[in-house]
T-cell receptor
Framework: DAGVIQSPRHEVTEMGQEVTLRCKPISGHNSLFWYRQTMMRGLELLIY????????DSGMPEDRFSAKMPNASFSTLKIQPSEPRDSAVYFC?????????????FGPGTRLLVL | AQKVTQAQTEISVVEKEDVTLDCVYETRDTTYYLFWYKQPPSGELVFLIRRNSFDEQNEISGRYSWNFQKSTSSFNFTITASQVVDSAVYFCALSEVMRTQGGSEKLVFGKGTKLTVNP
């Protein structure tokens, strides 16, 4: 079975450009999470969807960040305009349901570098 | 607030040594779940184990074992006879029921322990 799929795997862009990260959760999983990993702050939850509905976006850094989940098999995280401090690894994870005992499975991540 | 502490930032061992990675957590929930993930140099996060707060039985999986002690709020991870392929960053995480609409849940991660196993 395919795991969580993320694209692109690497992205290099210039400050001010729009960046779109994509995620396909594991088929049948109803919950989807976006995380950001940096050396300084570790792993941070940005936003969480359940059944395509955003449940909590309190981790989204600022208005430059937005996330959508138009259907059960696709989600995007957009940064517009991007800044050098957005450079990080962005992970998408999915979980079968919103139950607290369920395990989150992570995608391979997107390494973003903003110059 | 819920919190996970991995006090060991980096550990370096020689192959075949046993090594224990410490994890201490804080929570006010009576029901919670603890996880360990492995992040090898390639960067992906790999799920290793999940444990609920009502099950204090230690678990062994091959060379890996986990010691859960509620009395000390610890969930330590031991690798027996370490191998070079065990080199990775290991994260301990605690599930948290967010006090928001629907009682949604998120994982609170520790900062990770970087394990280097030298040949």
């Amino acid at each position: 079975d395919a795991g969580v799929i993320q694209s692109p795997r690497h992205e290099v862009t210039e400050m001010g450009q729009e960046v779109t990260l994509r995620c396909k959760p594991i088929s049948g999983h109803n919950s989807l999470f976006w995380y950001r990993q940096t050396m300084m702050r570790g792993l941070e939850l940005l936003i969480y969807f359940n059944n395509n509905v955003p449940i909590d976006d309190s981790g989204m850094p600022e208005d430059r960040f937005s996330a959508k989940m138009p259907n059960a098999s696709f989600s995007t995280l957009k940064i517009q305009p991007s800044e050098p401090r957005d450079s990080a690894v962005y992970f998408c994870a999915s979980r079968p349901s919103r139950a607290t005992w369920e395990t989150q499975y992570f995608g391979p991540g997107t390494r973003l570098l903003v110059l | 607030a819920q919190k996970v502490t991995q006090a060991q930032t980096e550990i370096s061992v020689v192959e075949k040594e046993d090594v224990t990675l410490d994890c201490v957590y804080e929570t006010r929930d009576t029901t919670y779940y603890l996880f360990w993930y492995k992040q090898p140099p390639s960067g992906e996060l790999v799920f290793l184990i999940r444990r609920n707060s009502f099950d204090e039985q230690n678990e062994i999986s091959g060379r890996y074992s986990w010691n859960f002690q509620k009395s000390t709020s610890s969930f330590n991870f031991t690798i027996t006879a370490s191998q070079v392929v065990d080199s990775a960053v290991y994260f301990c995480a605690l599930s948290e029921v967010m006090r928001t609409q629907g009682g949604s849940e998120k994982l609170v991660f520790g900062k990770g322990t970087k394990l280097t196993v030298n040949p």
